[in-house]
């Protein structure tokens, strides 16, 4: 059977994290199981065991055509009868709670019918086309992509295989995870009778994997009950401790919550504002997680105060009255409203406190921000039909603009399927996506084309790189971050601004530098892969062996000066390697010892200290020879044969080199410092210009440091 299951009544963990609608009694699971074995209702009536589905369905979409369900149960029942849960029930309980927890969550009608036989090609004679010709495609595929994958087939990796089946198949269709995550919530719920080591492994796999596909769904229903529970397995002592603490604190005469609650209901009334305040009690894990972050807990610290509203100009407003009339936290504002998380979540974050200490969190948003904030994708209907479409129009939910949000492919998801398709085997998939679902954040940069990336918090510009060009990115030679020249691990903010520098040599390789460096698996994956191909090749990290060949003179000589005229018989002039001034720069001189005249162009910065120190400037000009020497420095990144080619570059420009030094690489950039004789010193810029065109080199300047003059 593919459902682990207990005996709902078995003793177990408060799970507070999903509020049930008021006056709707818990489902009954045997009394649907009994129902259900009495065999399938008349053709011209639904069966009774899916009145709960139908009412909570009904709920979301009064003109639903609710004959698919009924023909889908009929199915279930039939080819379920027979089998049993581990606690004796029915079998045919656990794709009726699945689909219950979809429905009420706002589930559309393709959906629910295809989680009343998610478990049916799995776990009976019905198969993949029968189910075509009954439901159609779209129900096929949804099936399908929650059907397992046989352990006979797949041995150990059934299990990383399913997972990359499924996650392949979200790819095309969110639908497939939402069935999944239902199906997993209702097997945590009824997980007691396993052995406790059962328990725990699916508790592990349910907290590396499900719960932040929940999450970047948006599904919050799902993942805060599924946390607890998780909770209560994994960390028993803790979940108790918690639990004290709520049991304790529900036991308080005051409520210093519904005090303030009161309180901001008064403020918006007095406004004219229409507004719903709920208090909203925290699930265990978050009680846990601020105790240890905050210590002993207050009243307030064991819920928060959910504002709902009907237009988001009013979520501002709620704002403005709240920060007007009450103390507000600033700090602890946030803007989800304008700048919406990746998972589709909106909601303006604030706190206001009362003048004994006592804190409550305020959470502000609309009725339809608050549908979503709950069940994410699955309160978007079916994101894939047409909005001309009259069953979408039923069942479909669009923005306020009637433009429809589509999470087809959502970049976290994109990154997810690239790098799978790489993954060489199933351990490295299955430890590769715990770890990539481990990144709880996301950011989103821009490409000077107006494009976007987005990437997990912590990307650095290798992970912009593979993300942009795949494989492709092993030729990246260096890259732009808002404008200014960055090195390939600097880390990305959101926000910024990226532009990829691709070199055209078709020898390009990664860096193994850029390992430390890559925090997607996508990037990690891809260089790993070409380093196993290429063991004995050099990379970029390294310089290659030319670049390392010693000064053609040694030590860079100090330039002639027999073309620049001093006002003063007999004096020595020197032209100073600081700046390297050649004609026609402006220039000026200064005495030194001995005698000498050292020539510097006039912006150099030793002229101002030289001035400052009380040095007489002499006053010198360019003679009448075209002929000059010049040091420059070229920067670029390291790859192959860059020596060679910029050599070639200088010689075709008719220039001598006089010394060449190539200091080691630093993190893929190498700097080249060569001292060069010219037949004519207008012919400077043109040699410049022919030295960046090099590939591999982002900039040529003349030599302009800070050293003394002397």
Same mark, same amino acid.
């Given at each position: 059977m593919s459902a682990e299951a207990t005996n709902p009544a078995t003793p177990g963990p408060i799970t507070p994290a999903v509020q049930r609608r008021r006056g709707r009694p818990r489902i009954d699971l045997r009394r649907l199981g009994r129902a259900a074995l009495l065999g399938p209702a008349g053709r011209d009536r639904l069966p009774d065991a899916i009145g709960h589905v139908v009412e909570a369905h009904r709920a979301h979409y009064p003109d639903a055509d609710l004959d698919p369900l009924r023909r889908a149960y009929v199915l279930a029942e039939s080819s379920h009868r027979g089998q049993m849960r581990k606690s004796g029930e029915p079998y045919i309980t656990h794709p009726l709670a699945v689909t219950l927890i979809l429905a009420e969550l706002g589930a559309e009608t393709t959906t629910l019918t295809a989680s009343l036989l998610h478990d049916t090609v799995e776990d009976t004679d019905v198969t993949l086309d029968q189910v075509r010709e009954e439901f159609g495609e779209e129900v096929r595929y949804l099936v399908d992509g929650v059907t397992k994958l046989e352990k006979v087939d797949y041995g150990a990796a059934a299990e990383p295989e399913t997972f990359r089946k499924m996650l392949v198949a979200t790819g095309s269709d969110v639908r497939v995870m939402s069935i999944k995550l239902a199906d997993r919530l209702h097997n945590m719920r009824t997980l007691g009778v396993m052995r406790p080591e059962k328990q725990e492994r699916i508790a592990k796999v349910t907290k590396d994997v499900l719960i932040p596909l929940a999450e970047r769904l948006g599904v919050q229903a799902l993942k805060t009950e599924l946390e607890d529970l998780v909770f209560a397995i994994l960390r028993p002592e803790e979940y108790a401790h918690t639990r004290e603490l709520i049991v304790e604190n529900s036991s308080r005469t005051d409520d210093p919550l519904a005090e303030i609650a009161e309180e901001v209901r008064g403020v918006l009334r007095e406004a004219g504002l229409q507004a719903e305040v709920l208090i909203r009690p925290r699930h265990f894990v978050s009680v846990h997680r601020v105790s240890r972050k905050r210590g002993e807990l207050r009243g307030a610290d064991f819920g928060r105060l959910l504002v709902l509203v009907n237009e988001d100009a009013d979520c501002y407003g709620v704002l403005g009255e709240l920060h007007t009339c009450l103390t507000p936290v600033v700090s602890e504002f946030k803007d989800f409203i304008a700048v919406p998380k990746f998972n589709l979540y909106q909601s303006l974050h604030t706190a206001v406190a009362r003048p004994d200490g006592q804190v409550a969190e305020v959470l502000i948003r609309t009725h339809q921000m608050h549908k979503v904030a709950e069940a994410g994708v699955i309160a978007l209907g079916n994101p894939y039909a047409s909005p001309a479409d009259p069953a979408d129009a039923q069942e479909g939910q669009a923005d306020g603009d009637g433009e429809r949000a589509d999470p087809t492919r959502p970049g976290w998801l994109s990154r997810l399927l690239d790098w799978q398709e790489a993954a060489p085997d199933p351990d490295t998939f299955w430890s590769t996506l715990r770890e990539d679902l481990a990144q709880d954040r996301e950011i989103t940069v821009f490409r000077p084309d107006g494009g976007t990336l987005g990437l997990p918090a912590g990307a650095s510009c290798v992970d912009a790189a593979y993300a942009q060009y795949g494989e492709d990115a092993h030729a990246c030679i260096g890259v732009r971050v808002n404008g200014r020249l960055a090195r390939l691990s600097t880390v990305l903010s959101d926000g910024d601004t990226v532009q990829l520098l691709m070199g055209q040599d078709p020898a390009s390789e990664p860096s193994r530098e850029w390992l430390e460096h890559a925090h997607t698996p996508v990037a990690r994956i891809a260089i790993t892969r070409w380093l196993a191909a290429h063991p004995t090749s050099g990379t970029a990290s390294e310089a290659p062996a030319e670049t390392r060949r010693p000064a053609a003179d040694g030590p860079a000589a100090r330039p002639a000066a027999a073309d620049v005229v001093v006002?003063?018989?007999?004096?020595?002039?020197?032209?100073?390697?600081?700046?390297?001034?050649?004609?026609?720069?402006?220039?000026?001189?200064?005495?030194?010892?001995?005698? +000498?005249?050292?020539?510097?162009?006039? $912006? !150099?910065?030793?002229?101002?200290?030289?001035? #400052?120190? &009380? *040095?007489?400037?002499?006053? +010198?000009?360019?003679?009448?020879?075209? $002929? !000059?020497?010049?040091?420059?420095?070229?920067? #670029?990144? &390291? *790859?192959?044969?860059?020596?060679?080619?910029?050599?070639?570059?200088?010689?075709l420009e008719g220039v001598a080199i006089v010394s060449a030094t190539v200091e080691p690489p630093d993190q893929q950039r190498v700097r080249h410092t060569y001292t060069l004789e010219l037949p004519d010193a207008a012919h400077l810029p043109a040699l410049m210009r022919a030295m960046r065109n090099v590939p591999g080199v982002y900039d040529v300047s003349r030599a302009h440091h800070q050293s003394t003059a002397s």
């Open positions: 006002d003063r018989p007999g004096a020595t002039v020197r032209l100073a390697g600081c700046c390297t001034p050649v004609p026609p720069d402006a220039i000026t001189g200064f005495s030194v010892r001995g005698g +000498v005249v050292t020539v510097h162009r006039v $912006e !150099c910065a030793a002229v101002e200290r030289m001035k #400052s120190v &009380g *040095r007489a400037e002499v006053e +010198v000009r360019w003679g009448d020879s075209s $002929e !000059c020497r010049v040091t420059l420095f070229a920067e #670029s990144f &390291g *790859r192959p044969h860059l020596l060679a080619d910029l050599t070639e570059a200088i010689a």
